[in-house]
């Protein structure tokens, strides 16, 4: 009873010090963001930040933007900033990162940037165990060139270049990047994480913290995959996006961790 | 220093960036630049650097552009259709304003092509490296001396206009072997300083950004003006040739690379039969040489272009000779190298006057047809 | 009690957090519209704000800020 009575009072102090519970991360740019209303970038995008601030590396970090919604990212995060070609940020990060591996180094990519044209760049920084952290937004759609069918639309998904639904005969079916990545040795950290609720929005902030700190460890390859929405071509509310997306994407998309280098210890 | 050791050009290059402080090599297997990646995958990794064989030539070039927004001297090597692939990332560096250093052991194409000497590179290399309005510094050694000196000059030059610079040489060169004086080494620690690249703010700046997006038309326009203008100085100050005979020369050869090796030795017969004919080796061939070409003009009544292709730097000599004298070529393609004397009979009908496009299939063929 | 300021230069008035808010005091303003042609979100009753903060983790545009 004592212990709780000086630790509620440790609290009140602390907050009567700092009485902001919760403020715009100095890892992010003051810049407003390119994104539609109510898209998810803009949550993994602070997640990423807020971690770099926790961690104390915004200061040593450089993030590779990718082709794609987030191809402006270098806009938005206030560390130093490498804008790619599209699918290439691994090899990006990969030079960035073997020219000067004291510092953290990751990757911001979308499903057509990492999963299509990128898949030989993902697969081979992957496999090679390469230091640096991919951060990789799934939204089953290309988004900046007005929703065409992505590597990952799911089977069925209706998009401007799959109108009357993905067909799996003539279309082939979705990449499960974790499933694919999982079985590679240079893997230190795969994790599928969503953040359509405020609690999952924490678990995915844990999961990016993780892959930076298995980075600052010299673990190897680490990916955060979010599964995320596309409210504007997807053509609902922000909100019936979320509710979309736990209907339809999590059950092809299964959250969790999918390879774990420290798992056991 | 002075001493000269026998080398190939391949591996005088490698060892010559090695000593301009470059130590970060990515690239892909591809004949015949096979022995510069084998090279740097012997000594690179002793000296604290990296050699990273990619797994593509569009993931290695885009290596360099990471490793070279780190602030790095970094460079990557390959051959012509590996060089086709690494356009996009040329391309990305140009627009970043990125330095680096691409290496085309040039061989015959079109597509897989062939595997001997080649020019056939030329107007990729000069004239479209990858997509957009912009270029990178086309060095183009002739012996295994300027491999090493070239490399050196390319990283030099690089840095200093914040560009791409590609050593544009073939199989001949990359493969022979001949004496060589290499540079001192340098340590890539006391090279100049990049404030602009992304090292990390280390909280003391600005982020620093390295991009080629401008989605602003007019801003887009700016930068492309701004780096055309860096361009015109360029063409100004940067223009590099070998002058040999051109005094008095009433023909005046042009040819870069291997194809100035038998240029020299069909010239030197051709003054012993008391021909006046002179050479001009373009040593840069982006910025072209027009300045010595249009110096040349004062004496010469003709020129001709001696090249590995079908006729493609002869493009830059007629621009430069303006109209003024006639231009005639004589080539071979496909990975075949002419000799002295196919060399010396195209240098004697110019002289006679002939104007003409001459490969030896059609050869039949005049300018015009 | 909590203190909940939305930034209206960041808000897109997506809603998400008026979606989110457990005491639902959160509303779009449909009066206002910010310089991007937006209606801004703000909070009806700081008084019931349970500092949850429900809706800054759902804000995409890192737009609002709550303090005790």
Same mark, same amino acid.
């Given at each position: 009873?004592?212990?709780?009575?000086?630790?509620?009072?440790?609290?009140?102090?602390?907050?009567?010090?700092?009485?902001?519970?919760?403020? /715009?991360?100095?890892?992010?740019? #003051?810049?407003? @963001?390119?994104?539609?209303? +109510?898209? *998810?970038?803009? &949550?993994?995008?602070?997640?990423?930040?807020?971690?770099?601030?926790?961690?104390?590396?915004?200061?040593?970090?450089?993030?590779?933007?990718?082709?794609?919604?987030?191809?402006?990212?270098?806009?938005?995060?206030?560390?130093?900033?490498?804008?790619?070609?599209?699918?290439?940020?691994?090899?990006?990060?990969?030079?960035?990162? /073997?020219?000067?591996?004291?510092? #953290?180094?990751? @990757?911001?990519?979308?499903? +057509?940037? *990492?999963?299509? &044209?990128?898949?030989?760049?993902?697969?081979?920084?992957?496999?090679?165990?390469?230091?640096?952290?991919?951060?990789?937004?799934?939204?089953?759609?290309?988004?900046?060139?007005?929703?065409?069918?992505?590597?990952?639309?799911?089977?069925?998904?209706?998009?401007?270049?799959?109108?009357?639904?993905?067909?799996?005969?003539?279309?082939?079916?979705?990449?499960?990047?974790?499933?694919?990545?999982?079985?590679?040795? +240079?893997?230190?950290?795969?994790?599928?994480?969503?953040?359509?609720?405020?609690?999952?929005?924490?678990?995915?902030?844990?999961?990016?913290?993780?892959?930076?700190?298995?980075?600052?460890?010299?673990?190897?390859?680490?990916?955060?995959?979010?599964?995320?929405?596309?409210?504007?071509?997807?053509?609902?509310?922000?909100?019936?996006?979320?509710?979309?997306?736990?209907?339809?994407?999590?059950?092809?998309?299964?959250?969790?961790?999918?390879?774990?280098?420290?798992?056991?210890? | 220093?002075?001493?000269?050791?026998?080398?190939?050009?391949?591996?005088?290059?490698?060892?010559?960036?090695?000593?301009?402080?470059?130590?970060?090599?990515?690239?892909?297997?591809?004949?015949?630049?096979?022995?510069?990646?084998?090279?740097?995958?012997?000594?690179?990794?002793?000296?604290?650097?990296?050699?990273?064989?990619?797994?593509?030539?569009?993931?290695?070039?885009?290596?360099?552009?990471?490793?070279?927004?780190?602030?790095?001297?970094?460079?990557?090597?390959?051959?012509?259709?590996?060089?086709?692939?690494?356009?996009?990332?040329?391309?990305?560096?140009?627009?970043?304003?990125?330095?680096?250093?691409?290496?085309?052991?040039?061989?015959?194409?079109?597509?897989?092509?062939?595997?001997?000497?080649?020019?056939?590179?030329?107007?990729?290399?000069?004239?479209?490296?990858?997509?957009?309005?912009?270029?990178?510094?086309?060095?183009?050694?002739?012996?295994?001396?300027?491999?090493?000196?070239?490399?050196?000059?390319?990283?030099?030059?690089?840095?200093?206009?914040?560009?791409?610079?590609?050593?544009?040489?073939?199989?001949?060169?990359?493969?022979?072997?001949?004496?060589?004086?290499?540079?001192?080494?340098?340590?890539?620690?006391?090279?100049?300083?990049?404030?602009?690249?992304?090292?990390?703010?280390?909280?003391?700046?600005?982020?620093?950004?390295?991009?080629?997006?401008?989605?602003?038309?007019?801003?887009?326009?700016?930068?492309?003006?701004?780096?055309?203008?860096?361009?015109?100085?360029?063409?100004?100050?940067?223009?590099?040739?070998?002058?040999?005979?051109?005094?008095?020369?009433?023909?005046?050869?042009?040819?870069?690379?291997?194809?100035?090796?038998?240029?020299?030795?069909?010239?030197?017969?051709?003054?012993?039969?008391?021909?006046?004919?002179?050479?001009?080796?373009?040593?840069?061939?982006?910025?072209?040489?027009?300045?010595?070409?249009?110096?040349?003009?004062?004496?010469?009544?003709?020129?001709?272009?001696?090249?590995?292709?079908?006729?493609?730097?002869?493009?830059?000599?007629?621009?430069?000779?303006?109209?003024?004298?006639?231009?005639?070529?004589?080539?071979?393609?496909?990975?075949?190298?002419?000799?002295?004397?196919?060399?010396?009979?195209?240098?004697?009908?110019?002289?006679?006057?002939?104007?003409?496009?001459?490969?030896?299939?059609?050869?039949?063929?005049?300018?015009?047809? | 009690?909590?203190?909940?300021?939305?930034?209206?230069?960041?808000?897109?008035?997506?809603?998400?957090?008026?979606?989110?808010?457990?005491?639902?005091?959160?509303?779009?303003?449909?009066?206002?519209?910010?310089?991007?042609?937006?209606?801004?979100?703000?909070?009806?009753?700081?008084?019931?704000?349970?500092?949850?903060?429900?809706?800054?983790?759902?804000?995409?545009?890192?737009?609002?800020?709550?303090?005790?």
């Amino acid at each position: 009873m004592a212990t709780k009575t000086a630790a509620t009072a440790t609290q009140r102090n602390k907050a009567e010090k700092n009485p902001i519970l919760f403020e /715009r991360t100095p890892a992010l740019t #003051t810049a407003i @963001t390119n994104y539609c209303p +109510g898209c *998810l970038h803009g &949550i993994t995008q602070r997640l990423v930040a807020e971690n770099l601030e926790k961690l104390g590396i915004t200061g040593t970090t450089v993030g590779v933007s990718p082709v794609g919604c987030s191809v402006i990212a270098y806009e938005f995060y206030a560390c130093d900033m490498v804008q790619a070609a599209h699918g290439r940020a691994p090899a990006v990060a990969t030079g960035l990162k /073997r020219a000067h591996p004291e510092n #953290t180094v990751f @990757t911001y990519q979308g499903d +057509g940037d *990492l999963a299509s &044209i990128g898949m030989a760049e993902t697969i081979h920084a992957a496999t090679r165990g390469e230091n640096i952290t991919v951060i990789f937004i799934n939204n089953a759609i290309y988004g900046m060139t007005g929703g065409q069918m992505a590597p990952t639309s799911l089977p069925g998904q209706v998009t401007q270049t799959s109108p009357y639904g993905r067909d799996v005969k003539t279309a082939g079916y979705p990449i499960r990047v974790c499933e694919l990545l999982s079985s590679l040795d +240079g893997v230190a950290f795969l994790q599928r994480v969503t953040v359509d609720t405020p609690s999952n929005v924490r678990k995915a902030a844990k999961a990016i913290r993780k892959g930076f700190e298995y980075q600052r460890d010299g673990l190897g390859f680490s990916l955060i995959e979010v599964v995320s929405t596309c409210p504007t071509n997807w053509g609902m509310t922000p909100y019936a996006a979320l509710e979309w997306l736990r209907e339809n994407m999590l059950p092809y998309y299964p959250l969790g961790v999918y390879k774990d280098c420290k798992a056991g210890e | 220093m002075g001493e000269k050791i026998l080398m190939k050009g391949n591996e005088a290059l490698a060892e010559a960036a090695i000593r301009a402080g470059c130590r970060h090599f990515f690239g892909y297997p591809i004949t015949p630049q096979t022995e510069l990646a084998a090279y740097m995958s012997r000594h690179l990794p002793k000296l604290g650097g990296t050699y990273l064989q990619a797994e593509s030539e569009i993931a290695a070039i885009n290596m360099v552009y990471g490793a070279s927004s780190a602030g790095v001297r970094v460079m990557t090597s390959s051959s012509s259709p590996g060089v086709s692939l690494k356009g996009e990332g040329i391309s990305y560096m140009i627009g970043a304003d990125l330095p680096g250093l691409i290496v085309n052991v040039n061989r015959g194409g079109p597509g897989l092509g062939g595997i001997q000497p080649s020019q056939s590179d030329y107007w990729m290399a000069t004239r479209a490296t990858g997509h957009g309005d912009g270029h990178v510094f086309v060095l183009a050694p002739s012996t295994v001396q300027e491999m090493a000196d070239l490399a050196r000059k390319a990283f030099d030059l690089g840095d200093r206009y914040r560009m791409p610079a590609m050593i544009l040489a073939d199989g001949l060169l990359g493969q022979m072997m001949e004496p060589v004086e290499l540079p001192e080494p340098l340590d890539p620690a006391a090279l100049p300083p990049k404030p602009w690249a992304t090292t990390g703010t280390q909280g003391t700046r600005e982020h620093n950004i390295i991009n080629s997006l401008s989605l602003v038309a007019q801003i887009l326009e700016d930068s492309v003006i701004k780096r055309y203008e860096r361009y015109v100085l360029i063409k100004d100050v940067e223009q590099m040739a070998q002058l040999e005979y051109v005094e008095d020369a009433e023909l005046v050869v042009v040819a870069y690379g291997a194809a100035a090796r038998i240029a020299r030795s069909a010239i030197t017969a051709a003054r012993e039969e008391g021909i006046k004919v002179g050479m001009i080796r373009p040593i840069t061939l982006w910025p072209f040489p027009t300045k010595a070409i249009k110096n040349a003009c004062a004496t010469a009544r003709a020129f001709l272009s001696v090249e590995l292709n079908t006729g493609q730097m002869v493009d830059d000599v007629r621009l430069a000779v303006d109209g003024s004298v006639p231009v005639s070529f004589f080539g071979h393609t496909g990975g075949i190298v002419p000799t002295p004397a196919e060399v010396l009979v195209a240098i004697r009908k110019a002289c006679a006057g002939e104007t003409f496009h001459l490969l030896p299939y059609h050869s039949t063929l005049k300018a015009g047809e | 009690m909590a203190k909940v300021t939305v930034d209206i230069e960041y808000c897109k008035g997506c809603g998400l957090c008026v979606d989110f808010c457990p005491q639902e005091i959160m509303q779009l303003e449909t009066e206002v519209i910010t310089q991007k042609g937006y209606h801004p979100a703000h909070c009806v009753d700081q008084e019931s704000c349970t500092a949850c903060l429900n809706c800054a983790m759902m804000c995409p545009d890192v737009a609002i800020m709550i303090e005790r």
